[in-house]
């Protein structure tokens, strides 16, 4: 995930740096439903497994990690890919219709199996 925001692929941006606990808040350039599921929900997705290798107990319905989770302090230090990151899962899950989130859970299944080995 970081070499696509690095390269300007990612359709997000972040807002007020400074405003955010996490960062910033998230600007979509392109509403999150109208993105491509096969592509984006596993890039945002990866984006939480290479988090540097940090335990995470991800809550989507948060707006962003807590601060003082344990576990979090190094996510928080990889801003703005941990804003994306979990911001997109979350807002992209929030948004999608099951017929466009189904098809992709065998792929964020195959990531997650992939960083436990």
């Known amino acids: ?3 696509c ?15 955010h606990p996490s960062g910033g808040s998230v600007i ?3 509403e ?7 592509c984006y929900l596993p ?8 988090l540097e290798g940090n335990p995470r107990r991800i809550d989507l319905r948060a707006a962003a990690p807590p601060a003082c989770a344990d576990g979090w302090h190094n996510f928080l230090e990889t801003e703005p890919y941990g804003l994306f ?25 195959a990531q997650l199996r992939s960083e436990a080995t």
């Not at 945002?44 to 497994?49: E, K, R, S, T």
């Not at 979990?86 to 299944?109: C, F, H, K, N």
């Open 1 to 3: 995930m970081r070499d």
């Open 32 to 38: 999150p439903q109208l993105l491509d599921y096969e």
């Open 43 to 50: 890039m945002f997705f990866g984006g939480l497994v290479e």
């Open 85 to 109: 990151a979990s911001r997109g899962v979350a807002d992209m899950l929030q948004a999608g219709e099951d017929e466009y989130v189904a098809p992709v859970v065998p792929l964020l299944i």
């Open 5 to 19: 925001y690095d390269r300007g692929d990612l359709p997000v941006s972040v807002d007020r740096p400074g405003s």
């Open 28 to 30: 979509w350039e392109v």
